[in-house]
């Protein structure tokens, strides 16, 4: 069970970053494609703006790319280093993993570049 109140909680449920008490997108499942990246404009408990500046989320590609990245290199370790597979097994393993798993590796970008300007307030939760 992840602690609220931590970054990591927000990172990996995409809990607002201040108080924790609600989902900041839409639709919840990232593989709803068309809604990916709806976020909603603000907080409904704590009224926190989600898109602190105009196009505030074009940050999170710089972020996107380390994600992409850690996704990359965890799927050549499975495959070839514990499945054993041949190096062309290992390459279509890793694109297979970077696009199947798309919509994570934005979500998980946008949460963490969040995270990165605005931090959990105590306060708000007891609002
Ligand atoms: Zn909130």
Same mark, same amino acid.
């Given at each position: 069970?992840?602690?609220?109140?931590?970054?990591?909680?927000?990172?990996?449920?995409?809990? +607002?970053?201040? /108080? $924790?008490?609600?989902?900041?997108? #839409?639709?919840?499942?990232? %593989?709803?494609?068309?809604? !990916?990246?709806?976020?909603?404009?603000? +907080?409904?408990? /704590? $009224?926190?703006?989600?898109?602190? #500046?105009?196009?505030?989320? %074009?940050?999170?590609?710089? !972020?996107?790319?380390?994600?992409?990245?850690?996704?990359?290199?965890?799927?050549?370790?499975?495959?070839?280093?514990?499945?054993?597979?041949?190096?062309?097994?290992?390459?279509?393993?890793?694109?297979?993993?970077?696009?199947?798993?798309?919509?994570?590796?934005?979500?998980?970008?946008?949460?963490?570049?969040?995270?990165?300007?605005?931090?959990?307030?105590?306060?708000?939760?007891?609002?």
């Amino acid at each position: 069970m992840m602690l609220k109140g931590t970054k990591i909680y927000s990172i990996f449920t995409g809990a +607002c970053p201040k /108080c $924790h008490q609600e989902s900041m997108y #839409e639709t919840k499942n990232p %593989y709803v494609l068309s809604d !990916v990246l709806k976020i909603n404009e603000k +907080c409904s408990h /704590c $009224h926190t703006r989600y898109r602190i #500046e105009p196009s505030f989320f %074009y940050g999170s590609m710089y !972020v996107s790319y380390a994600v992409g990245i850690a996704f990359a290199v965890a799927a050549f370790v499975i495959s070839y280093l514990f499945l054993g597979s041949s190096l062309m097994t290992a390459f279509i393993a890793i694109v297979a993993t970077v696009i199947f798993c798309g919509p994570i590796i934005m979500r998980l970008s946008r949460n963490i570049w969040i995270n990165i300007f605005m931090n959990y307030d105590k306060e708000l939760v007891k609002k």
